[in-house]
């Protein structure tokens, strides 16, 4: 059994308070947005997406087995959900909607730098053109701090898939740096 700061909450849900619930909505509402947002890059959908993701969690909250994390069957639920809905619109050309800084890879630090945002901004257009597989990744990995063990497990992929896909997106990250915005120093 992992215990981590949800399990007594998860605890009391199971036995049907649907306060707690709320408390983990507040909790991983944001994220969960965020995260599918990078899988689909359609608001509307990852709204939607993120709505049913909760509702699936609810529902199926009594099969949660304390084996893993709770952020990271969330987590996959969200990828799972997000995957089916990618796959049903695999023909329709999913494109982003409109991006506010609430969107952004990079939390914001408040900073009204010029350069801080057009570096977010760059980050954000690399993303956007390599491999989905990678994107989701790295979006795992740096911005919800998720271990290797817990994308692996999100992401129904082998531990050393997982670092050969973070390798490849820093790489393909890298690579566009270099020749597309010509920044040097990133090879030494």
Same mark, same amino acid.
């Given at each position: ?119 977010? $901004?760059? =980050?954000?257009?690399? *993303? @956007? ?5 990678? /994107? ?5 990995? !740096? %911005? ?15 531990? $050393?898939? =997982?670092?050969?896909? *973070? @390798? ?5 990250? /890298? ?5 597309? !915005? %010509? ?6």
């Amino acid at each position: 059994m992992i215990i981590d700061d949800n399990t007594e909450i998860i605890k009391k849900i199971k036995k049907g308070d649907q306060e707690s619930f709320n408390k983990i909505i507040l909790k991983y509402q944001n994220p969960i947005f965020n995260y599918v947002f990078k899988m689909v890059y359609n608001i509307d959908d990852a709204m939607d997406i993120t709505q049913d993701v909760f509702f699936k969690a609810y529902k199926n909250i009594r099969f949660f087995n304390f084996r893993s994390k709770f952020s990271t069957w969330l987590y996959k639920i969200a990828f799972n959900h997000a995957l089916n809905i990618i796959k049903r619109k695999k023909n329709q050309k999913m494109f982003y909607d409109k991006f506010t800084e609430n969107d952004s890879f990079y939390i914001d630090n408040g900073s009204k730098n010029f350069e801080d945002k057009e570096i977010n $901004n760059i =980050v954000e257009n690399i *993303l @956007k053109t390599i491999n989905p597989v990678y /994107r989701t990744c790295i979006y795992l990995f !740096y %911005k919800e701090g998720m271990s290797y063990e817990e994308i692996s497990e999100v992401m129904k992929l082998p531990l $050393n898939t =997982v670092r050969s896909h *973070l @390798k490849r997106g820093r790489e393909s990250i /890298r690579n566009i740096l270099v020749n597309k !915005y %010509k920044i040097k120093g990133l090879y030494d």
